[in-house]
């Protein structure tokens, strides 16, 4: 091994990939019963695990560019952006769905939008 390799960034950029690709394949599989069963708050959960599967590609980004990119370079920003916000997204979606469930009926499009722009504006 040269000093170049590094397996801890190996090893946490796996991590993230796969974090990523099992988020995916839930998303994939709750719009599949959305479709089926209709009910509102599948949709909801799918797009929470689309955002932490899009927050989990952009840590794994993050940590591979780690070498070549210095923690201020707008690209790692932008990452770091995408994981933090993503993270608040996919609570968010998970807390819509669960209060779909709960209330029986799903919150209003304007109050998503304004609780999706807040955690946006808090993640960055």
């Not at 994939?28 to 019963?33: A, C, H, Q, S, T």
């Not at 689309?50 to 989990?56: E, F, G, R, T, Y």
């Not at 980004?61 to 990452?79: C, D, E, F, G, Y």
């Amino acid at each position: 091994m040269n000093g170049t390799e590094r397996p801890d960034a190996w090893i946490a950029v796996a991590g993230f990939a796969s974090h990523a690709l099992f988020a995916a394949a839930l998303a994939i599989l709750l719009l599949r019963f959305h479709r089926r069963l209709g009910r509102g708050y599948l949709r909801d959960w799918a797009f929470a695990w689309v955002s932490i599967a899009l927050a989990a590609v952009a840590g794994a980004w993050s940590v591979w560019s780690l070498p070549a990119l210095p923690a201020a370079a707008p690209a790692r920003l932008l990452a770091a952006i995408v994981f933090t916000v993503g993270g608040y997204w996919h609570a968010a979606w998970l807390l819509f769905g669960a209060t779909a469930i709960a209330s029986g009926h799903s919150v209003s499009r304007r109050g998503r939008a304004a609780i999706l722009v807040a955690l946006a504006g808090l993640g960055i």
